[in-house]
């Protein structure tokens, strides 16, 4: 089984800065795309961006310029590096991790965490 633990977090204001981090851990052998959703109330679950194994990037055109995912191999870790933001940007943060645990898939969810942009 595959757990991932989400921190970062908060509140800030409209302009600044804050940085998500989302850890695996249990038994993984590999893991290929990880990625970051979001959910504010009354609206659906969006993707934000997402990193594949191979270091490939995609963002939402809501983020693009603003926003930098990242991932550390050693040790399961993705990160949302999120600079500039708006009041728009408050929901809650989900990350995704896809992956292998050496006999079957995986597709694994953070429990999420809120971040909240005042104007």
């Known amino acids: 089984q595959v757990q991932l633990v989400e921190s970062g977090g908060g509140l800030v204001q409209a302009g600044g800065s804050l940085r998500l981090s989302c850890a695996a851990s249990?038994?993984?052998?590999?893991?290929?795309?990880m990625s970051w959703y979001r959910q504010a109330p009354g609206k659906q679950r969006e993707l934000v961006a997402t990193?594949?194994?191979?270091?490939?990037?995609n963002y939402a055109d809501s983020v693009k310029g603003r926003f930098t995912i990242s991932r550390d191999n050693a040790k399961n870790t993705v990160y949302l590096r999120m600079n500039s933001l708006k009041p728009e940007d408050t929901a809650v943060y989900y990350c995704n991790i896809m992956g292998n645990t050496g006999y079957r898939l995986f597709d694994a969810w953070g429990q999420g965490t809120q971040v909240t942009v005042s104007s």
């Open positions: 249990g038994s993984i052998f590999s893991i290929n795309t």
């Open positions: 990193i594949t194994s191979g270091g490939s990037r």
